[in-house]
DNA sequence: TGGACCTCTTCAGCAAACCTTCAGGCAATA
DNA sequence: TATTGCCTGAAGGTTTGCTGAAGAGGTCCA
């Protein structure tokens, strides 16, 4: 899993960091709000770990931000005993969770498990390029309403498409997010998937939505150039 | 309107307390069981907030002995993420509604007018996909009218299938849903018990409303989709 | 109490689906 | 034209889910 911390105390978040990466899962930190908030609309993350209390623009403020911009990661928060009153501003922009610190570790991860597992605040997340349509919650893709059946992988790799459309993705970025658990892939493994995903979502089309740009990676457009 | 809280985190009720009476409501507070449920007794209030896990007797307890002496109070209750398995025997035991903490305070006081609005439990029961329906008070199933006799494990199943109609279910939200007293559940039994089900609810037709989605888990559809 | 019956759970075997790699070919760039 | 990068068809190996069977535990009734 991917995780993004969000913590301006060094100490905190080189622990959490630390423990999570024992667990095997990658993390980033970040330590304000306006990095954390860039990073956080990247689409690289599968969850955030935002503390309230921040340099910059508050936690409060990145939630804002975030949400006001489409995104649905999902939010763990950490707040201090002594400012409770934010929790209620917090669920109310969409925070999934929050812990008060001083925390458990167990608890910590607890959370985020159960934070994860739920996967984004709103779940029925649609989404669209062109006349191609992904639903996460139902896990089926059609095109121009023709129903698509892909495999997991062809899946996850479609979403990541979509998620960051208009942006060029490196072969490298892509194979840590879909791979994270096995980097030993080859680039090959993943041009065979693109031949795969492209065969399916281009039907009999001349022109392919995912665009090879070579020597760095592949992009997928936003909007549907002929 | 009279509100009945009955919630033992102090932080919460009083947050609560202080949201609602800004909102015009008059709103009592009690901290156990016992005491809530002698307070409901009274025939005091419009509503009920009760949160599940309570010290002495808990929430599900206090609904029970409610409603066996016949208090037709609407309930809204309050459970924590992490005992989803609750929620099923709560509103088996005429719950009205339920929110899964920490939740936002738009959502909470949107839910209370709803349950309030809607009078004395009055439980939606019947349940219907494609030409399936299952009915929760009587814990009777049919197809094409049709009687099924399922067993309660089949019943939780297919129940749980039809009120997430249309999203994907993961073989771990499955278990941890069916299974909650006990997850060291295999992922095989699970495959076992859908094989059960697909047999006694698609009769003879060649396309189950299970859908399997490998690599995941399984997904009922809401229209019957040839 | 004992036995018939029902339900739950696990196991092992199997077939299909899927992932990954390879080797050769084609296309873009210098 | 040579080189590099990407595409392609096919093949092997692994994973995944389905299935029939059988034991364990519980319940009901004689």
Same mark, same amino acid.
């Given at each position: 899993?991917?995780?993004?911390?969000?913590?301006?105390?060094?100490?905190?978040?080189?622990?959490?960091?630390?423990?999570?990466?024992?667990?095997?899962?990658?993390?980033?930190?970040?330590?304000?709000?306006?990095?954390?908030?860039?990073?956080?609309?990247?689409?690289?993350?599968?969850?955030?770990?935002?503390?309230?209390?921040?340099?910059?623009?508050?936690?409060?403020?990145?939630?804002?931000?975030?949400?006001?911009?489409?995104?649905?990661?999902?939010?763990?928060? /950490?707040? *201090?005993?002594?400012?409770? !009153?934010?929790? #209620?501003?917090?669920?109310? $922009?969409? +925070?999934? &969770?929050?812990?008060?610190?001083?925390?458990?570790?167990?608890?910590?991860?607890?959370? /985020?498990? *159960?934070?994860?597992?739920? !996967?984004?605040? #709103?779940?029925?997340?649609? $989404?669209? +390029?062109? &006349?191609?349509?992904?639903?996460?919650?139902?896990?089926?893709?059609?095109?121009?309403?023709?129903?698509?059946?892909?495999?997991?992988?062809?899946?996850?790799?479609?979403?990541?498409?979509?998620?960051?459309?208009?942006?060029?993705?490196?072969?490298?970025?892509?194979?840590?997010?879909?791979?994270?658990?096995?980097?030993?892939?080859?680039?090959?493994?993943?041009?065979?998937?693109?031949?795969?995903?492209?065969?399916?979502?281009?039907?009999?089309?001349?022109?392919?939505?995912?665009?090879?740009?070579?020597?760095?990676?592949?992009?997928?457009?936003?909007?549907?150039?002929?």
């Amino acid at each position: 899993m991917h995780v993004l911390i969000v913590e301006d105390k060094r100490s905190l978040s080189k622990m959490l960091k630390t423990s999570l990466e024992e667990k095997g899962h990658t993390v980033v930190l970040s330590f304000d709000g306006l990095d954390g908030l860039a990073q956080a609309e990247t689409g690289h993350f599968d969850i955030m770990v935002l503390d309230i209390m921040l340099p910059g623009i508050d936690g409060l403020e990145v939630i804002r931000r975030l949400r006001k911009g489409k995104h649905q990661l999902p939010v763990l928060a /950490l707040t *201090a005993r002594d400012t409770v !009153g934010d929790i #209620v501003a917090a669920l109310d $922009l969409g +925070v999934d &969770d929050y812990l008060t610190k001083p925390f458990a570790m167990a608890e910590f991860t607890a959370r /985020l498990r *159960a934070v994860a597992r739920k !996967g984004p605040f #709103v779940q029925d997340v649609r $989404l669209e +390029v062109a &006349d191609l349509v992904l639903d996460s919650a139902s896990g089926q893709v059609s095109r121009s309403g023709v129903p698509l059946a892909l495999t997991r992988t062809q899946f996850a790799l479609l979403e990541y498409f979509i998620r960051r459309a208009g942006h060029v993705l490196t072969r490298e970025s892509i194979i840590e997010r879909i791979w994270s658990d096995n980097l030993d892939i080859e680039a090959n493994t993943l041009e065979v998937f693109i031949r795969s995903l492209r065969t399916k979502i281009d039907i009999d089309r001349k022109v392919s939505l995912i665009k090879t740009v070579r020597g760095v990676g592949y992009r997928m457009d936003a909007e549907d150039s002929v």
